[in-house]
């Protein structure tokens, strides 16, 4: 199967945008950081693009691409503007993340390294249906552990300022290995074995690529694998460094870089 039909696609839009609808929404009410969740929104839009699939399906970097954007990057700045994540001196940071969140945190890193299987890649290759139903398993663990990490600090605020800090702070390793861990390892992984999706790619895949892609897309694999093992570097790090940003946290916190606060 190549391609989805048209009312699938155009339900699958319909449904990603009212997700995000609900929750810019709903960030109003409770008055999260507009920044985070208006830059998550538009990368997990864009992301979850069912007319994108049709490229990302044929590329390694632009399906590494994709899977950047719906399941790391937008949920990261969604907890960024949920969390207002502050580093508190003189905290003992010896709390430990509940068991729930942690076993998402898993489930997030598993399907981050299945994700770019090679295996796994060749079939959704030639599967719109299963590539898409694949893409919605990585939103939907991302909005999973975004719940996780909503209803956790909830919990902890109610407990006290002091057991808040150290937990989240321990949470929010977990978050950070969770997400840089897989794309670090998977990028690595990519620039250190060139044929690593060669081993699988029959002559008709590529053949599928040239005649799916746009010319100017068009890549050798090797180099198409490269590239997209660079991307996973540089958004792995990326991740890692995000939450300790000091112009990024005081944006989470509700609060601009020249201190005033959103209205």
Not at 21 to 44: C, E, N, Q, V, W
Request: with cysteine; glycine share 8%; charged share 10%.
């Amino acid at each position: 199967m190549m391609n989805l039909p048209l009312g699938l696609m155009l339900f699958d839009l319909l449904a990603s945008s009212s997700l995000v609808l609900g929750l810019l929404t709903l960030s109003r009410k409770l008055g999260l950081a507009r920044g985070p969740m208006l830059l998550g929104s538009i990368l997990f839009l864009l992301g979850m693009l069912p007319w994108g699939d049709q490229l990302a399906r044929f590329s390694i970097w632009l399906h590494s691409l994709q899977s950047v954007a719906i399941h790391h990057l937008a949920p990261m700045l969604w907890m960024l503007a949920l969390t207002g994540a502050k580093r508190t001196e003189g905290v003992r940071r010896t709390g430990r993340a509940p068991a729930p969140a942690v076993a998402l945190l898993l489930v997030f890193a598993l399907l981050s390294w299945i994700w770019m299987l090679p295996s796994l890649h060749t079939a959704l290759m030639h599967d719109a249906v299963l590539y898409m139903a694949m893409r919605w398993a990585m939103a939907l663990s991302g909005l999973a552990l975004l719940l996780a990490v909503w209803q956790t600090k909830a919990a902890w605020q109610a407990r006290g300022a002091y057991s808040s800090e150290e937990s989240g702070y321990r949470l929010g390793l977990w978050i950070n290995l969770s997400m840089s861990g897989p794309m670090l390892a998977w990028g690595a992984t990519m620039l250190v074995v060139p044929d690593l999706y060669n081993a699988v790619h029959t002559t008709m895949d590529h053949s599928m690529m040239l005649a799916a892609l746009p010319e100017f897309l068009v890549l050798p694999m090797v180099l198409d694998q490269r590239l997209g093992g660079g991307l996973f570097l540089l958004f792995g790090l990326t991740c890692l460094v995000m939450p300790y940003r000091p112009a990024l946290l005081r944006v989470a916190e509700g609060v601009s870089p020249k201190r005033r606060r959103y209205s």
